[in-house]
């Protein structure tokens, strides 16, 4: 390359370099804010609108105003609050929600620029699709539980909403008027109210509401009057225990004697609180104590010494190296159990029948002391959640242990179990 050229090339370098620079610096003057700017933007065009659940998708073109920064909406609802949504400069739509229904409502558009000056406002008049809200209230059902209810619901749109549940009932203390509040955003969700045990004749009267994070709430909801189900303790101290790889119905039991732990710990009643070694141990051989059988799914089976009705199982894990009250220890971590099958054994066919397959789900805590909060009480389980019933009378239960909590739900490190409790009644017949 001649001297010639080398000086050319050089040359248009710099050209480049300033260019860039010159355009650099222009686009960032847009964010600086000149105070001596009083002229207004002009306004938006709209070019169409798109109904939203509770709201609209707004398109438009953009004033030609080099200082334009954005463009803002906003709505004053019935109670007179204004609610305002914005989208940068360089985007053509703007998303408005919060709307009550789906009546006509005015929504204004303006230009934005960045000296904070605002554009004669465009008034649009739309019709939204049903808010999120009401579609959550519609899909509201309340069940009865055992000493308890619960209410269930669904919320495609995944938006956030607060569940109010009003219900009255009579205890020993005489009539009480409660209110329990939920707040979600799952696309499905079922919230229990327990402790009701010592209601009067069993009977609570349900109301709900449904509100949303823009105000919006409905009419209280009459659920009628709920008449919940009665079940009770089975008592543990004449449950019995098969011998480690002994087989009931074609299925081994358990070995669980690794290490400090033992089978025998997890019906004694005692909860494991990370200062004891009080819970069953597989050393990863928990099938049938060969290594060559490996660990899950692994069958904890239990005689319970007389026939039974089955409503609920509530399992504790074990927290262990964990003395001081807040630390979290192996809460929901591997090692203990996430999910697992449970089963009753039917003397009539000679055979396990699967009652269903439930996941313990990790609790959305802040803390540790949270989880251990969370993992003292247990994860209590229905044998049929969404209608709950009893099983059929059995004198065996089985807990199929299929993993533990890690990689969700797929882990194999399933070693450990605290305490097996059962509820239901005894069998009449």
Same mark, same amino acid.
């Given at each position: 390359?001649?001297?010639?050229?080398? =000086?050319?090339?050089?040359?248009?370098?710099?050209?480049? #370099?300033?260019?860039?620079?010159?355009?650099?610096?222009?686009? =960032?003057?847009?964010?600086?804010?000149?105070?001596?700017?009083?002229?207004?933007?002009?306004?938006?065009?709209?070019?169409?609108?798109?109904?939203? +659940?509770?709201?609209?998708?707004?398109?438009?073109?953009?004033?030609?105003? %080099?200082?334009?920064?954005?463009?803002?909406?906003?709505?004053?609802? *019935?109670? @007179?609050?204004?609610?305002?949504?914005?989208?940068?400069?360089?985007?053509?739509?703007?998303?408005?929600? @919060?709307?009550?229904?789906?009546?006509?409502?005015?929504?204004? #558009?303006?230009?934005?620029?960045?000296?904070?000056?605002?554009?004669?406002?465009?008034?649009?008049?739309?019709?939204?699709?049903?808010?999120?809200?009401?579609?959550?209230?519609?899909?509201?059902?309340? &069940?009865?539980?055992?000493? *308890?209810?619960?209410?269930?619901?669904?919320?495609?749109?995944?938006?956030?909403?607060?569940?109010?549940?009003?219900? %009255?009932?009579?205890? =020993?203390?005489?009539?009480?008027?409660?209110?329990?509040?939920?707040?979600?955003?799952?696309?499905?969700?079922?919230?229990?109210?327990?402790?009701?045990?010592?209601?009067?004749?069993?009977?609570?009267?349900?109301?709900?509401?449904?509100?949303?994070?823009?105000?919006?709430?409905?009419?209280? /909801?009459?659920? @009628?009057?709920?008449?919940?189900?009665?079940? %009770?303790?089975?008592?543990?101290?004449?449950?019995?225990?098969?011998?480690?790889?002994?087989?009931?119905?074609?299925?081994?039991?358990?070995?669980?004697?690794?290490?400090?732990?033992? $089978?025998? +710990?997890?019906?004694?009643?005692?909860?494991?609180?990370?200062?004891?070694?009080?819970?069953?141990?597989?050393?990863?051989?928990?099938?049938?104590?060969?290594?060559?059988?490996?660990?899950?799914?692994?069958?904890?089976?239990?005689?319970?010494?007389?026939?039974?009705?089955?409503?609920?199982?509530?399992?504790?894990?074990?927290?262990?190296?964990?003395?001081?009250?807040?630390?979290?220890?192996?809460?929901?971590?591997?090692?203990?159990?996430?999910?697992?099958?449970?089963?009753?054994?039917?003397?009539?066919?000679?055979?396990?029948?699967?009652?269903?397959?439930?996941?313990?789900?990790?609790?959305?805590?802040?803390?540790?002391?949270?989880?251990?909060?969370?993992?003292?009480?247990?994860?209590?389980?229905?044998?049929?959640?969404?209608?709950?019933?009893? $099983? =059929?009378?059995?004198?065996?239960? &089985?807990?199929?242990? /299929?993993?533990?909590?890690? *990689?969700?739900?797929?882990?194999?490190?399933?070693?450990?179990?605290? %305490? /097996?409790?059962?509820?239901? &009644?005894?069998? $009449?017949?």
């Amino acid at each position: 390359m001649s001297h010639r050229q080398i =000086k050319n090339f050089f040359n248009a370098i710099v050209c480049v #370099l300033l260019l860039a620079l010159v355009f650099s610096c222009k686009e =960032k003057d847009r964010y600086n804010i000149n105070i001596d700017d009083s002229t207004p933007p002009g306004p938006v065009v709209l070019k169409y609108y798109k109904a939203l +659940y509770g709201g609209a998708r707004f398109f438009y073109r953009l004033p030609d105003d %080099e200082d334009l920064l954005a463009v803002e909406a906003e709505y004053t609802n *019935s109670k @007179g609050k204004t609610f305002r949504f914005n989208a940068s400069y360089f985007v053509d739509s703007l998303d408005v929600y @919060g709307l009550p229904d789906t009546d006509m409502h005015s929504i204004r #558009l303006y230009a934005v620029d960045r000296a904070g000056n605002r554009s004669t406002p465009l008034a649009v008049n739309i019709e939204p699709l049903e808010p999120a809200y009401q579609r959550v209230a519609r899909s509201l059902e309340v &069940r009865p539980g055992f000493g *308890s209810f619960f209410v269930d619901w669904g919320n495609e749109l995944k938006q956030n909403i607060n569940v109010y549940v009003d219900f %009255e009932f009579s205890d =020993k203390s005489g009539a009480r008027k409660v209110t329990t509040i939920f707040s979600s955003k799952a696309e499905t969700d079922r919230q229990f109210i327990y402790d009701l045990d010592e209601v009067v004749s069993d009977k609570v009267s349900v109301k709900v509401r449904v509100e949303d994070n823009y105000g919006n709430i409905t009419e209280p /909801i009459e659920k @009628g009057e709920v008449i919940l189900l009665k079940d %009770e303790l089975i008592p543990k101290n004449i449950w019995k225990l098969p011998n480690a790889n002994d087989s009931v119905g074609g299925i081994p039991m358990v070995f669980g004697n690794d290490k400090e732990g033992r $089978t025998r +710990y997890t019906i004694d009643g005692i909860i494991n609180s990370g200062e004891d070694f009080n819970f069953m141990h597989t050393g990863g051989r928990g099938r049938t104590g060969n290594l060559a059988d490996k660990n899950t799914p692994w069958n904890l089976m239990i005689d319970l010494g007389d026939y039974y009705e089955l409503s609920r199982v509530v399992t504790h894990q074990r927290r262990y190296g964990a003395a001081s009250l807040g630390i979290r220890g192996q809460y929901y971590r591997s090692e203990n159990v996430g999910s697992y099958n449970m089963y009753y054994w039917d003397e009539d066919t000679k055979e396990w029948v699967l009652i269903r397959y439930h996941q313990i789900p990790i609790p959305l805590v802040p803390s540790d002391l949270d989880f251990v909060k969370a993992g003292q009480a247990g994860d209590m389980a229905y044998m049929y959640p969404d209608f709950p019933t009893f $099983t =059929k009378k059995t004198r065996w239960f &089985r807990y199929e242990a /299929i993993s533990d909590f890690l *990689s969700n739900y797929t882990g194999t490190n399933a070693n450990a179990l605290s %305490e /097996i409790t059962l509820y239901g &009644r005894k069998a $009449t017949n």
